[in-house]
C-alpha cells in the first residue's frame, strides 16, 4: 500500500485537533508554528499554498516537532526562538522563555527613558537577565543606552550575548556573570546606574507545583522559584540600591499577580513614587519607583527626574 500524501492544509487541521486532544492551549495557533517550521513557510503561505503536498522526510520532521508539543515541550523551544518587542530572540532549554507580560516592563521602561537627550549617555542594569530579553529589547529600541545584563547562570550570559550580536546592540549590552546575593556582585557592576530593571525568580515553593507542565519541565528551578514566599529577590534588590542606582534614577521590577503591595513596602524605603502597575489583563505586573534624591541633581539626573 502506497503512503498516504498529505496536502498542508489536511496535515495542519489534523495536527490542530490532536493538540486540542492533548490540553494545549492555542491548538490552532501551535499547529500553524510547527508546521511552518517544518516546511519552511510562513503562517499565511500555509493558507495561499493550502494543497500543496508534503514529502515524506517533511511529514517525518512535522511528526516529531508534534510529539514533542504533545509532551508538553514549550512550543518556543521547538522552535529555538522567540519573538519579543520587536527583536528576535534565541530560546534555550533551561532558561526561562520570554513571556508577553513582560513585555510590558519592556515598553514601560523604554517609554519613560525614550525621551531623555539623546545625547546623554544612559546606563542600565538588568539582574537576573535570563535570555536577555530586556536588556537586548530595551537597547534595540533606545539607541543611548548601555546595559549591564547580570545573571548567575553562565548560559544565561552566553545566551544574551548571542541575541545582543544577533539584534545588532552587542556594543551597548555588556553580559555579566554574578550572583546578586554574592558578596563579590558589586565589584562585578559599575554603579551608579540610571536606569535598574528585573524581572526576578519570584514564584513560591508552594506556586511551584501548579505551574504548566511546560514550565515545570523545561526551565530551570532557580530562575523560578525565590525563598521568602517568593520575595527574596525584591529584599536583595532593595538592599542594593543605595550602592546601584543613582539619585532620581528609576527602577522598575516584575512581579507576581499578588505580591504588588507586599514588594512596594520592601521597596519604599529607598524609593519615592513607587507605583504598581497592572498589565493589560489588569493584574499588578510591574513595581515602579525613583531613587530618593539625597544629594543636588547632575544634569543627566534631572533628565531622568524630568
Same mark, same amino acid.
Given at each position: 500500500?502506497?503512503?498516504?500524501?498529505?496536502?498542508? =492544509?489536511?496535515?495542519?487541521? &489534523?495536527?490542530?485537533? #490532536?493538540?486540542?486532544?492533548? +490540553?494545549?492551549?492555542?491548538?490552532?495557533?501551535?499547529?500553524?508554528?510547527?508546521?511552518?517550521? !517544518?516546511?519552511?513557510? !510562513?503562517? $499565511?503561505?500555509?493558507?495561499?499554498?493550502?494543497?500543496?503536498?508534503?514529502?515524506?522526510?517533511?511529514?517525518?520532521?512535522?511528526?516529531?516537532?508534534?510529539?514533542?508539543?504533545?509532551?508538553?515541550?514549550?512550543?518556543?523551544?521547538?522552535?529555538?526562538?522567540?519573538?519579543? %518587542?520587536?527583536?528576535?530572540?534565541?530560546?534555550?532549554?533551561?532558561?526561562?522563555?520570554?513571556?508577553?507580560?513582560?513585555?510590558?516592563?519592556?515598553? #514601560?521602561?523604554?517609554?519613560?527613558?525614550?525621551? @531623555?537627550?539623546?545625547?546623554?549617555?544612559?546606563?542600565?542594569?538588568?539582574?537576573?537577565?535570563? &535570555?536577555?530579553?530586556?536588556?537586548?529589547?530595551?537597547? !534595540?529600541?533606545?539607541?543611548?543606552?548601555?546595559?549591564?545584563?547580570?545573571?548567575?547562570?553562565?548560559?544565561?550570559?552566553?545566551?544574551?550575548?548571542?541575541?545582543?550580536?544577533?539584534?545588532?546592540?552587542?556594543?551597548?549590552?555588556?553580559?555579566?556573570?554574578?550572583?546578586?546575593?554574592?558578596?563579590?556582585?558589586?565589584?562585578?557592576?559599575?554603579?551608579? %546606574?540610571?536606569?535598574?530593571?528585573? *524581572?526576578?525568580? #519570584?514564584?513560591?515553593?508552594?506556586? @511551584?507545583?501548579?505551574?504548566?507542565?511546560? $514550565?515545570?519541565?523545561?526551565?530551570?528551578?532557580?530562575?523560578?522559584?525565590? *525563598?521568602? *514566599? +517568593?520575595?527574596?529577590? #525584591?529584599?536583595?534588590?532593595?538592599?542594593?540600591?543605595?550602592?546601584?542606582?543613582?539619585?532620581? +534614577?528609576?527602577?522598575?521590577?516584575?512581579?507576581?499577580?499578588?505580591? +504588588?503591595?507586599?514588594?512596594?513596602? $520592601?521597596?519604599?524605603?529607598?524609593?519615592?513614587?513607587?507605583?504598581?502597575? *497592572?498589565?493589560?489583563?489588569?493584574?499588578?505586573? $510591574?513595581?515602579?519607583?525613583?531613587?530618593?534624591?539625597?544629594?543636588?541633581?547632575? =544634569?543627566?539626573?534631572?533628565?531622568?527626574?524630568?
Amino acid at each position: 500500500m502506497s503512503e498516504r500524501v498529505w496536502t498542508l =492544509i489536511e496535515i495542519l487541521n &489534523t495536527a490542530h485537533h #490532536y493538540l486540542e486532544e492533548k +490540553g494545549i492551549e492555542s491548538a490552532r495557533r501551535n499547529a500553524e508554528a510547527l508546521l511552518g517550521k !517544518a516546511v519552511g513557510l !510562513a503562517r $499565511i503561505d500555509l493558507y495561499v499554498q493550502h494543497d500543496r503536498p508534503l514529502t515524506s522526510a517533511q511529514v517525518a520532521i512535522f511528526r516529531e516537532l508534534l510529539r514533542r508539543r504533545a509532551q508538553r515541550e514549550p512550543l518556543q523551544l521547538i522552535l529555538g526562538t522567540v519573538d519579543f %518587542y520587536g527583536v528576535t530572540l534565541e530560546v534555550v532549554p533551561g532558561l526561562l522563555v520570554p513571556r508577553p507580560e513582560t513585555e510590558e516592563l519592556a515598553d #514601560y521602561v523604554t517609554s519613560e527613558i525614550s525621551s @531623555y537627550a539623546e545625547g546623554s549617555p544612559l546606563r542600565m542594569l538588568d539582574i537576573g537577565t535570563g &535570555t536577555g530579553c530586556l536588556a537586548v529589547s530595551i537597547a !534595540a529600541r533606545v539607541p543611548h543606552v548601555e546595559v549591564d545584563a547580570v545573571d548567575s547562570d553562565f548560559e544565561a550570559v552566553r545566551c544574551t550575548n548571542r541575541n545582543a550580536a544577533v539584534n545588532d546592540v552587542e556594543e551597548r549590552v555588556h553580559g555579566i556573570l554574578s550572583d546578586a546575593f554574592s558578596e563579590r556582585f558589586m565589584s562585578c557592576v559599575t554603579p551608579p %546606574y540610571d536606569v535598574v530593571v528585573s *524581572n526576578p525568580p #519570584y514564584v513560591s515553593e508552594s506556586e @511551584y507545583a501548579a505551574l504548566a507542565p511546560e $514550565i515545570r519541565g523545561h526551565e530551570a528551578r532557580h530562575a523560578l522559584i525565590a *525563598n521568602d *514566599n +517568593g520575595l527574596a529577590f #525584591y529584599k536583595r534588590i532593595a538592599g542594593l540600591l543605595p550602592n546601584l542606582l543613582r539619585p532620581g +534614577g528609576l527602577l522598575a521590577v516584575e512581579i507576581g499577580a499578588t505580591q +504588588g503591595q507586599a514588594v512596594a513596602e $520592601i521597596l519604599q524605603s529607598n524609593l519615592v513614587s513607587v507605583a504598581v502597575r *497592572n498589565d493589560l489583563s489588569g493584574l499588578p505586573r $510591574i513595581v515602579t519607583g525613583r531613587r530618593k534624591q539625597e544629594q543636588p541633581s547632575s =544634569i543627566l539626573s534631572s533628565q531622568i527626574t524630568h
